[in-house]
């Protein structure tokens, strides 16, 4: 599919059978009492289908291995944004065939995210060097519990580690692109970072979005819902109405969708904030349902309101 002329209301990542499995688990009972939600994608990953989209110039968008990843090849070969799941190297290899026979040359990790890294190792081995900011290798080298996934992470293997890491910017030459990677203040996790072309004015956010979905928020790695709104209003403010914008979950998507993804989050925070000043619990709060103007368009999936309303009651 060509993305030139983009449709910006496809909605097929909804098809990704790794997140279909998730979505029916957490829209039951609570993550804690059910088998992890790591598991459940882990095991669907392996036989998910890869779609290819191909953007403007030499990018393009893998969906259906975890979080979405973007491609960059040409004469330097290719590079990749995100690398999904292990389990679903049979399937990235022949999408990534499809894309030119050019050897894999960089990865960069946008955060330390099982769904983002796991496919680190084989790509490495392929021949991948790995960028990151400096928290996505300090949390992939440790033990992490992660609560509202009942999931404890081991530290990753040496050759799935990033090799390059950076504290604040970085910009490499790749492919014709200046391209430019911005590490966020804490908000998704405290690893995120954007990954702009802007010779193609494409922009990966990352998990800092999640377009159509309530978004998750890992507060084991620093993550909070004021990080989110901080995040999304940068992201905003670093693109146009021209920018074809990545999410790390959900259709490729632009700034005005971005915009009311952001006021989304605003109106459900403050809402949040409010109960929890009058001394309400997160349960009371829950019964409250604050999220309820946004559940129909942002709740029907892999973050359920309940759910998404316990994460900002946590921050709020």
């Not at 990753?156 to 692109?177: C, H, I, Q, R, V």
């Not at 309530?214 to 507060?219: A, G, Q, S």
Request: charged letters at 20%; a positive charge.
């Amino acid at each position: 599919m060509n993305m030139e002329n983009i449709n910006i209301d496809r909605r097929k990542f909804i098809g990704s059978a790794s997140l279909i499995s998730i979505g029916l688990l957490l829209s039951q009972k609570s993550v804690v009492a059910q088998e992890s939600p790591v598991n459940i994608i882990k095991k669907a990953a392996a036989t998910a289908k890869i779609e290819i989209t191909k953007l403007r110039g030499n990018l393009s968008v893998l969906e259906g291995s975890g979080g979405n990843i973007l491609v960059s090849t040409g004469k330097d070969g290719k590079l990749m944004v995100d690398g999904g799941i292990g389990v679903s190297k049979p399937n990235m290899s022949a999408a990534l065939a499809k894309l030119g026979n050019a050897p894999l040359k960089f990865l960069i990790n946008t955060h330390w995210h099982f769904d983002h890294v796991d496919g680190n190792l084989w790509l490495h081995e392929k021949g991948a060097a790995i960028v990151a900011h400096e928290n996505t290798l300090k949390n992939m080298s440790r033990t992490i519990r992660v609560d509202d996934w009942n999931f404890t992470f081991p530290p990753s293997p040496k050759g799935a580690l990033p090799g390059k890491t950076f504290a604040d910017k970085e910009s490499m030459t790749f492919n014709g692109e200046d391209i430019q990677m911005r590490h966020y203040a804490p908000a998704h996790t405290n690893s995120d970072i954007s990954v702009y072309f802007p010779k193609a004015d494409v922009l990966h956010v990352a998990d800092t979005w999640w377009n159509g979905h309530y978004p998750f928020i890992d507060y084991n790695t620093g993550g909070n819902i004021k990080g989110m709104i901080a995040a999304t209003n940068h992201n905003i403010g670093h693109s146009s109405d021209k920018t074809i914008i990545i999410p790390g979950h959900g259709p490729i998507g632009n700034r005005n969708q971005l915009i009311a993804y952001r006021d989304m989050l605003v109106h459900i925070y403050d809402a949040v904030k409010k109960l929890k000043q009058q001394g309400m619990t997160v349960e009371e709060v829950i019964k409250a349902k604050p999220t309820s103007t946004f559940d129909a368009k942002w709740g029907t999936f892999i973050i359920d309101p309940t759910f998404f309303t316990r994460l900002v009651f946590k921050g709020a």
